[in-house]
């Protein structure tokens, strides 16, 4: 597990490799695609997402930004995984850019297998690791601009767990950092109120400081999407 993207290595890649945003973009991937998106096309730079969209046919493609926790002007998406519906995403290619996940997804794109997690995917990511049995798997939360975060920990955390409850491995097998074991620490003891403990959290109090309550109950709840969001080619994730 790695924390942020500053703290990721860039002279190796593993076998695979999970970016992680619980508060959103994770969230808002997992959902883009389990409601029917065609793809989701992940940039850090917001003018060459645009430069990109536009050789899209606009019926066929969605523009989401975020910055600071607010939708960027003059898109039609900001980071919510709650306008992700059906009707507004079905058939159409999200390209998303947000302030610290994107960002996570860049640093790991060169990996020969890349997906994307969170709390809501957390059964399909286990299930396609059980089943690849990759040798080496990076966790990379996103963080804060360079600093830890709870969300993203007790994911990477509650991935871990279920590996070790699944697979004959102890979590000092499985660790090849410490944080692994904090990690699994950290959802053994919220994983009943994994609510309260975003309400803790520095981006989760952001959040609610945007009155984006709803997101953080929804990010908050675990194994209710069944996909598994999974590179193609760098920035474009497809469903499995
Ligand atoms: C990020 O990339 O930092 C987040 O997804 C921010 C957000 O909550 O929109």
Do not use: M
Not at 82 to 87: F, H, I, K, N, Y
Not at 164 to 189: K, T, W
């Amino acid at each position: 597990i790695y924390h942020t993207p500053e703290l990721t290595p860039s002279d190796t890649t593993p076998d695979c490799a999970i970016a992680v945003d619980v508060l959103r973009a994770t969230s808002t991937i997992a959902t883009v695609l389990a409601s029917g998106g065609e793809a989701v096309q992940a940039f850090s730079d917001l003018d060459q997402l645009i430069a990109v969209s536009e050789k899209w046919p606009p019926e066929k493609r969605l523009r989401a930004g975020e910055r600071g926790g607010a939708k960027v002007a003059g898109f039609e998406l900001g980071n919510s995984p709650l306008d992700c519906t059906r009707e507004v995403v079905q058939g159409r290619r999200l390209f998303i850019s947000t302030t610290n996940g994107t960002r996570a997804l860049q640093k790991i794109q060169h990996s020969p297998s890349v997906i994307t997690a969170a709390l809501i995917n957390r059964g399909a990511v286990v299930r396609y690791l059980l089943d690849k049995q990759p040798e080496t798997v990076w966790i990379v939360g996103s963080g804060w601009e360079g600093s830890f975060s709870l969300e993203d920990t007790v994911c990477a955390g509650a991935i871990a767990h279920s590996l070790v409850e699944n697979c004959p491995i102890s979590p000092v097998e499985l660790a090849g950092n410490d944080e692994v074991i904090g990690a699994i620490a950290l959802y053994s003891q919220w994983q009943n109120d994994l609510l309260g403990l975003f309400h803790q959290a520095s981006h989760g109090q952001r959040l609610l400081r945007l009155k984006s309550q709803e997101d953080l109950k929804y990010c908050a709840q675990v194994d209710i999407l069944d996909v598994l969001p999974i590179q193609q080619e760098p920035g474009v994730l497809k469903s499995q």
